[in-house]
């Protein structure tokens, strides 16, 4: 069993900044990636970021591309996601997810189904 203790969300203006962070704990022997996906109301939850645990290769959707960073902490078990110019369009709750399956291609990395262990979620809101 894995448990993901996510924090970091909150409300800021557009064009300002977050980092969120997520840390596991428990059986994080063989994490295989770790990653972030979004949900905003009446949508399904999309993909956000993702770095894969052994080679430290990050993974992007389109839309955060150049805005937002993923980085980790291999010492600590924590996944860190700098989300800088945030838009309005960025308004989700956050969701830290965790694959403990090997090494992981780019395909599973960026599908909700790629991730067995979920944190309780975050929520983002960026408004003038």
């Known amino acids: 069993q894995v448990d993901l203790v996510e924090s970091g969300g909150g409300l800021v203006q557009p064009g300002n900044s977050l980092r969120l962070s997520c840390t596991a704990s428990?059986?994080?022997?063989?994490?295989?990636?770790m990653g972030w996906f979004r949900q905003a109301p009446g949508k399904e939850r999309e993909f956000v970021a993702a770095?894969?645990?052994?080679?430290?290769?990050?993974f992007y959707t389109e839309s955060t591309k150049g805005r937002f960073t993923i980085s980790r902490d291999r010492a600590k078990n924590t996944v860190y996601l700098q989300m800088n110019s945030l838009r309005p369009e960025d308004t989700a709750v956050y969701y830290c997810?965790?694959?403990?399956?090997?090494?992981?291609?780019?395909?599973?990395?960026?599908?909700?189904?790629?991730?067995?262990?979920w944190g309780q979620g975050t929520q983002v809101a960026v408004s003038s």
């Open positions: 428990g059986r994080t022997f063989s994490i295989g990636a």
């Open positions: 997810a965790l694959n403990s399956r090997g090494r992981p291609i780019m395909t599973t990395i960026k599908s909700p189904q790629g991730y067995e262990y």
């Open positions: 770095v894969r645990w052994g080679d430290n290769n990050s």
